[in-house]
């Protein structure tokens, strides 16, 4: 086991993760890749549903579910709080919102 990941270290440079649609037998890359004409990769595919603008109000329902309403008040007070937003160097110590 070891030798063999001692192997995919050496021949493995580096990973990276291209959004891709497949359209007539070619995937085809949704952002042009960082990559040179004629070098070779591995292509692992990873099958999601396209979301659309009619999913948005389900998904943002789904944000809070299962916490109390005290956690829910906390956290929208920690969003509303802009005191930090444009802090100076030294940086923002985090209070509890009463």
């Keep these: ?17 291209i959004e ?6 070619v995937f ?9 004409n004629g070098q070779y990769g ?3 595919v990873e ?3 396209k979301k659309t603008a009619d999913d948005i109000p389900g998904l943002a329902a789904q944000v809070y579910e299962g916490l109390s309403d005290q956690d829910v008040n906390d956290i929208e ?3 509303l709080n802009r005191t ?3 802090r ?3 940086g923002y110590k985090w209070q509890k919102p009463v």
């Excluded at 086991?1 to 993760?17: D, E, G, H, K």
């Excluded at 891709?20 to 037998?25: D, F, K, N, R, T």
């Excluded at 085809?28 to 040179?36: E, Q, V």
């Design 47 to 49: 099958l999601y549903e």
């Design 42 to 44: 591995r292509i692992a």
């Design 88 to 90: 100076k160097k030294g």
């Design 1 to 17: 086991m070891r030798l063999w990941v001692i192997a995919l270290r050496r021949f493995c440079l580096n990973m990276t993760t």
């Design 84 to 86: 930090g937003f444009f």
């Design 20 to 25: 891709a649609v497949y359209e007539h037998g």
């Design 28 to 36: 085809k890359p949704l952002i042009p890749p960082s990559l040179m």
């Design 77 to 79: 007070a920690i969003a």
